[in-house]
């Protein structure tokens, strides 16, 4: 199918402010399932609520609008009832990791056979700059004007440590290897993670002084380098990118088939 059969063109143009990395992303994962050539009727994409929450919009496939930071438990309702099915659940910081951590790293936990993309550009967007669970000590937001004194989650170590067996991790500006990272995660079976960090030039950029899109976008080819690579072996503090987990361990769906299969035959013995 043609690129633009995915997308619901007739909601464009989008909701995302100019420069917003969200579209990138969305431009990534549409280019990933085009690749792996799915029928559109075989994808359901969950999104709860936000900036990123809004790509389900623009999606040709069954998708949910659900609420926020529940995306992955309606996510997992879907998969159960229908594990056929490629269950995409695309989140934001909130969404994934504040109000919806706890989803978050149970999904993970059981391993179902979901992809869960976390766009990550450190901030509440929709509500007004906000700081969020992913925004990290030092940064600017409309409820830090003095900066920021929390922590922030690793995703990558989180989603590892919960037990998510695909885990990895790129930017909006490395579409090419976030659209085969996406690949990967969506035909992956068990719960895979894909962080992308997207930049966020109206709320995050514009109060940390990192400035417009295109500068953000060059702080995130400067500022991570490839697993394995010489620049992070001499610049370990710069952002790891690349494939962290993938990992074979029995899908949550497929271990729940048996326990049915197993009560059904107690029964008709």
Known sequence: ???????????????????????TILNALIHAVEGLRLNKNEIVMVSGIGCSARISGYVDFHSLHTIHGRALAFATGVKLSKPNLKVIVPMGDGDALAIGGNHFIHAARRNIDITAIVMNNRIYGMT??????????????????YTTIDSSFDVVQLAKAAGASFVARSTAFHVKEATEMLTKAITHKGFSVVEILSQCPTHFGRKNKEGDAVNMLNLYKDNTAKLGSKALEEKPHLIPRGIFVDSERPEYCEEYDKIIAAAMKEKAS
């Not at 199918?1 to 100019?18: A, G, I, N, S, T």
């Not at 700059?129 to 600017?140: A, E, H, I, R």
């Open 1 to 23: 199918m043609p690129v633009k059969d995915y997308l619901r063109e007739r909601f464009f143009p989008h909701m995302w402010c100019p420069g917003c990395g969200h579209g």
């Open 128 to 145: 007004g700059g906000q700081f969020s669970p992913l925004s990290g000590p030092g940064v600017k937001a409309t409820t830090a004007p």
